[in-house]
Nanobody, 130 residues
Framework: QLQASGGGLVQSGASLRLSCAAS?????????LGWFRQAPGKEREFVAS????????????SDAMKGRFTISKDVARAKNTVYLQMNSLKPEDTAVYFC????????????????????WGQGTLVTVSS
């Protein structure tokens, strides 16, 4: 039901915006959305999460990502698309980026653990060259 897109090959210092969209038959209504990434040979790690309402966000406390990534939601329409803006990309950001959904009945929940998420998209590859 979730489809991540927007990945590609970029040079160090560039920006990318990833999108996570729900399928036409599904909606992310009442779901918090999260972004994770998995680099080659490494475990999947949390990047950012946004509540269903779009009002609450949480980010990884990794120094490697702080201040460069921003999660947002398309609140103007059906709230079916979530974005991850990535700036000042570095080679170590190279990974497959996944979006995932977790139930958010309150509209204010965000989640940073993999096990909190029930639905996962297929991922989009981001490659940053030096």
């Amino acid at each position: 039901q979730l489809q991540a897109s927007g990945g590609g090959l970029v040079q160090s210092g560039a920006s990318l915006r990833l999108s996570c969209a729900a399928s036409r038959r599904a909606s992310i209504n009442r779901y918090a959305l999260g972004w994770f990434r998995q680099a080659p040979g490494k475990e999947r790690e949390f990047v950012a999460s946004i509540s269903w309402s779009g009002r609450f966000t949480v980010y990884s406390d990794s120094d490697a990502m702080k201040g460069r990534f921003t999660i947002s939601k398309d609140v103007a329409r059906a709230k079916n698309t979530v974005y991850l803006q990535m700036n000042s990309l570095k080679p170590e950001d190279t990974a497959v980026y996944f979006c995932a959904a977790a139930r958010d009945y309150s509209g204010s929940s965000t989640y940073s653990r993999l096990q909190d998420y029930n639905d996962w998209g297929q991922g989009t590859l981001v490659t940053v060259s030096s």
